[in-house]
């Protein structure tokens, strides 16, 4: 049985790099759009924001004016959602890019009530350019998207399998959660999520399940086919 009827999926520009650490890897990003396809096959709306870290990552941009560079960080997500378009198209997925800034020639600004239609005639929606804003990471831009579009879940497709009490490639002890609350991850610090994000899906009620899509793209078809793979977090 299939537990989820609408999803935001929020992939991370790094993850698009593969190796390369830079740009696009074209199997990497095959591999992906190929378990993409294979979820919305078992008949689940997707929604799709993804990051642009594989391009621009503001925060690093030393010098630089954030609001400047957060505008430039925007604009990596486009062009990351729009490589993301061109994969699924090519499996023969029926595909909408949105953009939170506008630029009509290139993608649709996004319309909440239009994102929702798409959805329900079965086509899978790239939200991307953030919220619009600056100060404001793509994890935000996911709770505020699945908000929006009333997403039953989050599934933060990341490098490591969960959500653990310290960092794991640092610390051979770390433990990993089944599940933990927002509170915790909060209080914790554990960086998993931002703060920002992390409060706006406490306060309404989105769960996030982390995962990894890294080293296997098919665990997120393992997921929403309902096993059991990665961290969920939600409020108790």
Same mark, same amino acid.
């Given at each position: 049985?299939? *537990?989820?009827?609408? @999803?935001?999926?929020?992939?991370?520009?790094? !993850?698009?790099?593969?190796?390369?650490?830079?740009?696009?890897?074209?199997? /990497?990003?095959? =591999?992906?759009?190929?378990?993409?396809?294979?979820?919305?096959?078992?008949?689940?709306?997707? #929604?799709?924001?993804? #990051?642009? %870290?594989?391009?621009?990552?503001?925060?690093?941009?030393? &010098?630089?004016?954030?609001?400047?560079?957060?505008?430039?960080?925007?604009?990596?997500?486009?062009?990351?959602?729009?490589?993301?378009?061109? #994969?699924?198209?090519?499996?023969?997925?029926?595909?909408?890019?949105?953009?939170?800034?506008?630029?009509?020639?290139? !993608?649709?600004?996004?319309?909440?009530?239009?994102?929702?239609?798409?959805?329900?005639?079965?086509?899978?929606?790239?939200?991307?350019? &953030?919220?619009? $804003?600056?100060?404001?990471? /793509?994890?935000?831009?996911?709770?505020?998207? !699945?908000?929006?579009?009333?997403?039953?879940?989050?599934?933060?497709?990341?490098? @490591?399998?969960?959500?653990?009490?310290?960092? *794991?490639?640092?610390?051979?002890?770390?433990?990993?959660?089944?599940?933990?609350?927002?509170?915790? @991850?909060?209080?914790?610090?554990?960086?998993?999520?931002? =703060?920002? !994000?992390? =409060?706006?899906?406490?306060?309404?009620?989105?769960?996030?399940?982390?995962?990894?899509?890294?080293?296997? *793209?098919? $665990?997120?078809?393992?997921?929403?086919?309902?096993?059991?793979? %990665?961290?969920?977090?939600?409020?108790?």
């Amino acid at each position: 049985m299939v *537990p989820y009827k609408r @999803v935001l999926l929020k992939l991370s520009g790094e !993850a698009l790099a593969g190796d390369k650490r830079f740009g696009i890897d074209p199997d /990497t990003m095959e =591999s992906f759009c190929e378990a993409i396809k294979q979820s919305a096959d078992l008949g689940i709306e997707i #929604g799709i924001v993804v #990051g642009g %870290g594989n391009f621009w990552r503001g925060r690093d941009a030393a &010098g630089m004016e954030r609001t400047r560079a957060d505008h430039i960080g925007m604009l990596a997500t486009v062009m990351n959602g729009l490589a993301v378009a061109e #994969g699924l198209e090519k499996l023969g997925c029926d595909v909408r890019v949105m953009t939170a800034i506008s630029m009509q020639t290139v !993608a649709e600004p996004y319309i909440r009530n239009r994102a929702i239609r798409h959805l329900e005639k079965g086509r899978i929606v790239i939200m991307s350019g &953030g919220t619009g $804003n600056p100060f404001f990471s /793509t994890d935000s831009a996911s709770a505020l998207r !699945a908000a929006e579009i009333g997403a039953d879940v989050i599934l933060k497709a990341t490098m @490591v399998d969960g959500v653990y009490d310290k960092d *794991p490639h640092k610390y051979s002890d770390a433990v990993r959660y089944d599940s933990i609350s927002f509170t915790k @991850v909060l209080a914790d610090n554990l960086n998993v999520i931002d =703060s920002t !994000a992390a =409060s706006m899906c406490r306060d309404n009620g989105i769960p996030v399940l982390v995962f990894d899509l890294q080293s296997d *793209p098919q $665990n997120l078809v393992r997921v929403l086919s309902g096993e059991n793979i %990665g961290t969920l977090i939600k409020e108790d």
